[in-house]
């Protein structure tokens, strides 16, 4: 039987207290709409609606293509946004699942939502529930003397013995296709937030006779997100999901409660991470690295066997067995072939450093080419900026850049060429030359003698 899929993403977040629609907020590497989405991906919907109202623009940007954006003009509860979702989904069969999940609820796992479309058991609708130790604010299922569910009662509108139930309404729901259609179109505003609720419709369904199958499960899955101290116990749920998958996958990490990895980031079998590592977006990191402690790394690469500690990486490649940090800034478009070194107090841009090339202290290099086993002298840069344009230094293999040189780019510096330390070099300098600028040094013999004999006498006169 095919499954659609509606899931409801108008609503502001008002508690969130924040501009930002709720279910665009992040948590360890992706939106909350986003792990939802993630959790449905494998069920392979047929059709897959969000029903977008605030910040719509912004939850549609991060809608995956395939999805479908239905906008509720206004929000009306989620009986009327599960009404707009169905008006966008197409070829339902009366037969079909629709199943309809609210999308402020990130720790939903594909195997919960495959147990809710499991059709073996043929009943009008499926709903997940839980039992909270506490319960406040979700809508409380209620069960007649026989075990059975009867209905969904919201806090709101609830009575004292109602409240003291622990099994709450999870939002997650597969209904028959016709049996929804049917019981929607009978829910009423008449509760105290004068809303449509889509809970409402397990109430109708069995008052029609028919039989609502609850799919339980524990807590972690299921907590919807609502305030800003919630979304943070999301977001710690999710990163030890993470980093238990990484760790059974052969990953090694001294401290997982401080290691944040986002669910997008690769991070090979025998990799090492220390505390304070953050890995997000599209980084990976392969087998035999270390990483950390305290590195921030976005849409990066780390090679095999490389060292990166203390370092922030922005779109920057690290290969095999690189060493990186402590204390280095790797900008976008920075490139460290083989074996090559980045040190203490290093910041490169759209630099490449050839295979074993090495630029240990004190040092930026922007714009630059550096060949293999070149090496930099610590306190050397690049002047890649005249405060108009930027311009490129190329330097060959096996070069030897003295501490300190200024390298006023455009510049081009040959293979196996020398630069003096303390030099200003402001033309291109050919292989295997010694290129030096410096003026001549002045010495003045028994200089520190006279100045003795100067204080000594300026002494007498005060
Ligand atoms: C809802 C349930 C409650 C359940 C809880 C689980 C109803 C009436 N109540 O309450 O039983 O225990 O979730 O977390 O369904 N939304 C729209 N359009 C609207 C209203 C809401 O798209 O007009 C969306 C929201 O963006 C959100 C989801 O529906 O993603 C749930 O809405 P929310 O206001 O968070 O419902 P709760 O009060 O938490
Ligand atoms: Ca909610």
Redesign the pocket.
């Known amino acids: 039987m095919p499954i659609h899929v509606v899931i ?4 502001q ?1 008002k508690r969130m207290m924040s501009d930002l629609p ?2 665009a907020h992040m948590a360890a590497g992706r939106t909350l709409i986003g792990w939802v989405l993630e959790a449905v991906r494998p069920l392979q919907p047929a059709s897959t609606v969000v ?1 977008v ?1 605030h910040g719509a623009e912004q939850v549609v940007s991060h809608l995956p293509i395939g999805v479908v954006p239905a906008v ?1 003009e206004e ?7 599960t009404r707009v979702g169905l008006d966008s989904l197409e070829d339902v069969g009366p037969e079909d699942t629709i199943m309809v999940l ?4 990130p720790l939903l796992t594909h195997d919960l939502l495959e147990r809710l479309a499991d059709r073996s058991d043929d009943v009008a609708a499926r709903m997940v529930t839980s039992v909270f130790e506490d319960p406040t ?3 409380r299922v209620i069960r007649d003397d026989d075990g059975l569910v009867v209905e ?1 009662i ?1 806090e709101r509108d609830s009575d004292d013995v109602q409240r003291a139930i622990g099994e ?4 997650a729901y597969a209904f028959r296709a016709k049996d929804l259609i049917d019981a929607l179109g009978a829910v009423s505003n008449e509760n105290a937030q004068g ?1 449509y ?3 409402d419709v397990i109430g109708i369904l069995v008052g029609r006779g028919e039989r609502l199958e609850p799919v339980e499960t524990t807590p972690d899955e299921v907590i ?1 997100i ?1 305030s800003q101290d919630q979304l943070t116990e999301a977001r710690h749920l999710l990163q030890a999901r993470t980093n238990q998958r990484l760790m059974e996958s052969g990953v090694w990490m001294l401290d997982p409660d401080r290691t944040y990895v986002d669910d997008t980031v690769t991070v090979q079998a025998g990799a090492r991470l220390y505390p304070g590592v953050h890995l997000e977006g599209n980084t990976t990191v392969a087998a035999g690295a270390q990483v950390g402690p305290d590195v921030f790394a976005v849409d990066s690469s780390i090679g095999a066997g490389a060292t990166v500690w203390y370092a922030v990486l922005r779109g920057a490649v690290v290969g095999e067995g690189c060493e990186v940090g402590p204390y280095a800034s790797l900008r976008p478009g920075t490139v460290l072939e083989k074996g090559a070194k980045v040190g203490t107090f290093v910041e490169t841009k759209n630099t490449t450093l050839g295979e074993g090339a090495k630029a240990p202290h004190l040092t930026y290099l922007g714009d630059a080419t550096v060949g293999a086993r070149t090496n930099i002298g610590a306190g050397s840069i690049t002047v890649n900026y005249d405060g108009y344009e930027k311009h490129p230094t190329v330097i060959g293999d096996d070069a030897f850049i003295g501490s300190d040189s200024m390298l006023i780019a455009p510049l081009t510096i040959g293979d196996r060429a020398v630069t003096g330390a303390g030099s200003a070099i402001t033309r291109d300098v050919d292989a295997d030359a010694l290129a030096l600028e410096r003026s001549e040094q002045v010495e003045i013999p028994g200089y520190s003698q006279r100045r003795a004999e100067r204080q000594a006498a300026k002494k007498t006169e005060d």
């Open positions: 409801l993403a108008a609503g977040g709720k279910v029903v109202g509720q929000q009306l509860g989620t009986g009327h946004a609210y999308g402020d609820m604010g979700y809508g969904v919201e709450i309404n999870a939002g809303e609720y889509l809970t919807g609502n």
